[in-house]
């Protein structure tokens, strides 16, 4: 069973910065896409912002400009740079693994979560 652990979540101000990591328990090299996801009280869990194995990243409008994910493949992490962050960036951030299956199936995995508080 493939396995995400998040860390790096915690309590920051206004423009205050964070930054996420994910490490996954095997090689994120199988996955097609990795990423970052939020859920925000009230809100349904939201992309931030997704790294392919092949191919550009790409950020929700909320996290362009401000957020960057980056993957490293050998140490088998993808971590989260959040910059410049709001109280509305206040949430749990969850680490995702998708990769595809022979069938043409998806597989996705899940970390645990983890939360980011931004105080004003």
């Known amino acids: 069973q493939v396995r995400l652990v998040e860390s790096g979540g915690g309590w920051v101000q206004l423009g205050g910065s964070l930054r996420l990591s994910c490490v996954v328990s095997?090689?994120?090299?199988?996955?097609?896409?990795m990423a970052w996801y939020r859920q925000v009280p009230g809100n349904q869990r939201e992309l931030v912002a997704a790294?392919?194995?092949?191919?550009?990243?790409r950020y929700s409008d909320f996290a362009q400009g401000r957020f960057l994910i980056s993957r490293d493949n050998a140490k088998n992490t993808v971590d989260l740079q959040m910059n410049s962050l709001k109280p509305e960036d206040t949430g749990v951030y969850y680490c995702?693994?998708?990769?595809?299956?022979?069938?043409?199936?998806?597989?996705?995995?899940w970390g645990q979560g983890t939360q980011v508080t931004v105080s004003s």
């Open positions: 995702n693994a998708e990769r595809m299956m022979p069938s043409g199936s998806k597989q996705n995995f």
């Open positions: 790294s392919p194995r092949w191919g550009s990243r």
């Open positions: 095997e090689s994120i090299f199988s996955f097609e896409i």
